[in-house]
């Protein structure tokens, strides 16, 4: 399993509702996707004061990595994607992606 872990430094201010509007949109993909088998998301509340910066985030899980190659190349997911950038203080820069291989 791979767990894909996307953390996101948003400034103050961002719009919400595109930030759930996007989130939806990524987890209604995920549901539709063969080898995606779970989508969350939700505020960081930075309990050990390790990731201060990042307020949000979401986690993918895929079977494998060829499923998670296959959501990557979605063109439904880059269109999100880019939308989340847009929302990201720095572009591109203000996301944050561990792809997390489950070993045990």
Known sequence: M?????YLRLPQG???TELET??????QLCKDMVGCTGF????????????????????????DRDALATYAENPEH???????????DGGADGIV???????G
């Open 2 to 6: 791979i767990l894909h872990s996307v």
């Open 14 to 16: 961002t719009d919400r």
């Open 22 to 27: 996007v989130m939806t949109g990524l987890k």
């Open 40 to 63: 969350q998301h939700g505020p960081n509340r930075d309990f050990e004061g390790k990731s201060h910066g990042y307020p949000y985030g979401f986690i993918a899980q895929f079977r």
């Open 78 to 88: 880059k269109a999100l994607g880019g939308r989340l950038v847009s929302l990201c």
């Open 97 to 103: 992606v561990y792809d997390i291989e489950v070993v």
